[in-house]
């Protein structure tokens, strides 16, 4: 009888990569916790380790869209103001 492939989930590979980061447990303790090949823990931890500087390179993109977003707010605020300073000048030509 053909198994099938498991597939799990990210939340769960990272928390079983957590775990194997913390070393309380030796690699054979968690497979047999998590029921996950050691290989595969080994793996993940990895992967972990070498994404996990990704997270931070994300929030230093969010904050410079938080600049950008002043500068136009800036920009809406100054074209406002010249559409007014138009509006009123127009009405004293008469146009």
Request: proline share 1%; net charge positive.
């Amino acid at each position: 009888m053909k198994k099938t492939r498991r597939k799990f989930t990210g939340a769960f590979k990272a928390k079983v990569a957590i775990e194997a980061l913390k070393e309380r447990e030796s690699l054979a303790e968690l497979s047999k916790h998590f029921e996950v090949h050691p290989t595969i823990i080994s793996k993940w931890k990895m992967e972990f380790l070498k994404n996990s500087a990704s997270l931070f390179d994300h929030q230093s993109k969010e904050t410079e869209t938080e600049i950008d977003v002043d500068k136009l707010y800036s920009k809406i605020g100054q074209l406002e103001i010249e559409n007014d300073f138009l509006k009123k000048n127009l009405k004293k030509i008469g146009l």
